[in-house]
């Protein structure tokens, strides 16, 4: 069964630093590889997803994600954090090809310092 | 983007009562909704798949008795929660799928806090 793996469950960053939330997965194959960012009582946005091709992917807000097969990983990356980044991270897998059911991992919690 | 909305944000509602959840693709007709729950301080856990005008597909322990699910139109879903008790306490969110082809990019509503007494 396919799984996702978020190992950080809180990350704590000053502002203006480099930021990097880690996530590993458990597929068949290659999946679609999402993230998505939750602020406090709101739904879900995507930063960015991978489907193929070019393994570094470039998203919204400065979010940027690079697969890695031989690691089964996708980790999330932005060169320098913002106060309102702070918010949860989602790291998602969706059946390669398409399909509509995603697998979420458990989230990193991302608190900035002023 | 697309706009997903849920309707109402917050409810409070007596152990015993039922609690209607909306969900509504505003800008876009959404062939397929997704209706999620999370716990606190844990992921999303996708309880049914809803098609528009065919019963929702469950997941596993999921009881379809308890989540009754409708997708009258293609911009509107209903998550009813029967006979609520403190257990069903949670956020739930949906999302409506909107695409071409094989790939159902998925747009999250707001998620709507169930709190039973």
């Known amino acids: 069964a396919q799984s996702v793996t978020q190992p950080d469950i809180h990350i704590t960053v000053s502002e203006g630093a480099s930021l990097e939330l880690r996530c590993n997965y458990s597929y068949g194959a290659t999946p679609y590889l999402f993230w998505y960012v939750q602020s406090p009582g709101q739904g879900l946005q995507l930063l960015l997803k991978y489907f193929s091709g070019d393994t570094l992917v470039q998203g919204i807000k400065g979010f940027e994600a690079e697969f890695k097969r031989s690691q089964s990983s996708f980790n999330l990356r932005k060169p320098s954090v913002h106060w309102s980044d702070a918010a949860e991270y989602f790291c998602a897998v969706g059946p390669p090809g398409g399909g509509n059911k995603l697998t979420f991992g458990t989230g990193t919690q991302l608190k900035v310092e002023l | 983007g697309a706009v997903v909305s849920q309707h109402p944000s917050r409810v409070i509602c007596k152990s015993g009562t039922s609690v209607k959840i909306e969900c509504r693709s505003l800008?876009?007709?959404?062939?397929?909704m997704f209706w999620y729950r999370q716990f606190p301080k844990q992921s999303l856990m996708l309880m049914a798949t809803s098609n528009e005008g065919s019963k929702a597909t469950y997941e596993q322990g999921v009881e379809k008795d308890k989540f009754l699910i409708n997708h009258a139109s293609l911009t509107l879903s209903t998550l009813t929660v029967t006979s609520a008790h403190p257990e069903d306490s949670s956020f739930y969110i949906c999302s409506a799928g909107a695409g071409v082809g094989s790939y159902n990019e998925q747009f999250f509503g707001p998620g709507t806090r169930l709190t039973v007494l």
């Open positions: 800008d876009f007709q959404a062939t397929t």
